[in-house]
């Protein structure tokens, strides 16, 4: 078996390669290749669907539990904002730069040393199986929700995202809403007391003031923000219809569906929801894997950004190396001691739950 130390110099070299290779969500096929030739090096079976590839460890057993690392390979397209080449990884300072460095090729490396870390151990409390998925930033139809079909039932899950190895321990989900609102159209000229735009007006002031009753101890109150309007064509003709659009973030008191039927029962327009499945995520902060990085001096928060436990339906915890706010930024880097880190404790928190003691 590989030392950390080795592991965690071919984790940064496989950054390293995956920064250089672009990888826009649905559009991950090189990366994915990438990732292959890793688990190859690393003699671990794998299997691959679209761009999505997991493993399972040497010892799995059908009467234990299963457990899920996942983090993902795609990335967002860079900003304008970029000094450096987004595409070429350049250390300077202790910082590894380039795109998806930190959100999430960081976490992804890191999981992928700690699973070759366990891989061949025997008598391990749980199954392990990793997925090195695609489309998390795109919240596409081919990601890590495309592979659960593919995998045994999960009893809980470690989703590799920048936490600075903290355990978020709950994640608020994401309903989008359009709202349309409908008026009369008519001239400019005239009087209108059926404008939709001046209709739009007293619902925007709702979602910006409205208050759900139940606050999450973790996560705190569901958000509602008005994020894009759109209406009219000419100056001088009011029109017949304004369009919202409403980001929801919503707390692990709620259902999506519990939300969407308040607001419903409360705005006098017409609402359709782009999904429903984009649900909070939340562990028990008393589950032995929370309580395993509790004992190493880990804190726990709740997490105001989605990721893919939003498409889980197990228990499950956020946890990476890296910043949060370096996420999607321009000149995005890590630093190297992060993922030395990153390995270090994952292996740690892993060590003190999936080991009988």
Excluded at 39 to 67: C, G, M, S, V
Excluded at 204 to 217: G, L, P, Q, R
Excluded at 286 to 308: A, E, F
Aim: glycine letters at 6%.
């Amino acid at each position: 078996m590989k030392t950390i130390e080795n592991l965690t110099l071919e984790a940064i070299s496989l950054l390293r390669e995956l920064i250089e290779t672009p990888s826009f969500s649905s559009e991950e096929d090189k990366t994915a290749l990438l990732i292959e030739n890793w688990f190859e090096k690393n003699n671990i079976p794998f299997q691959r669907e679209n761009n999505n590839i997991w493993a399972y460890n040497l010892h799995f057993d059908d009467a234990k539990p299963t457990f899920l690392l996942n983090s993902h390979h795609d990335t967002v397209k860079p900003n304008l904002g970029y000094t450096l080449d987004p595409f070429t990884a350049i250390e300077e300072g202790g910082k590894l730069f380039g795109l998806g460095s930190n959100d999430a090729g960081g976490c992804l490396v890191s999981l992928l040393a700690t699973f070759a870390h366990f891989y061949a151990m025997e008598n391990l409390s749980h199954n392990i199986v990793i997925v090195a998925s695609a489309e998390e930033e795109s919240s596409g139809p081919n990601g890590l929700n495309s592979v659960l079909k593919n995998l045994p039932e999960l009893d809980c899950a470690i989703v590799g995202e920048p936490t600075e190895m903290q355990l978020a321990i709950a994640e608020k989900g994401l309903l989008v809403l359009d709202v349309i609102v409908k008026g009369t159209a008519s001239h400019a000229a005239h009087q209108n007391f059926d404008n939709p735009i001046y209709k739009a007006t007293h619902l925007i002031n709702w979602f910006n003031t409205y208050s759900f009753e139940k606050v999450s101890e973790t996560l705190g109150p569901v958000k509602m923000t008005v994020t894009q309007i759109n209406a009219g064509k000419q100056h001088n003709v009011v029109p017949s219809e304004c369009h919202l659009v409403v980001d929801i973030r919503v707390n692990d008191c709620y259902s999506n569906e519990e939300i969407l039927k308040i607001v419903t029962e409360n705005i006098d327009a017409e609402i359709k929801p782009r999904s429903l499945h984009l649900r909070s995520s939340s562990i028990d902060k008393n589950h032995k894997l929370v309580q395993s990085g509790i004992n190493l001096g880990r804190t726990t928060y709740g997490s105001p950004t989605l990721s893919d436990q939003s498409v889980l339906s197990c228990q499950s915890l956020k946890l990476g190396p890296g910043n949060s706010l370096r996420s999607h930024s321009a000149d995005e880097f890590i630093f190297i001691n992060e993922i030395e880190e990153g390995i270090s404790l994952y292996t740690k928190i892993l060590s003190g739950f999936l080991l009988k003691n």
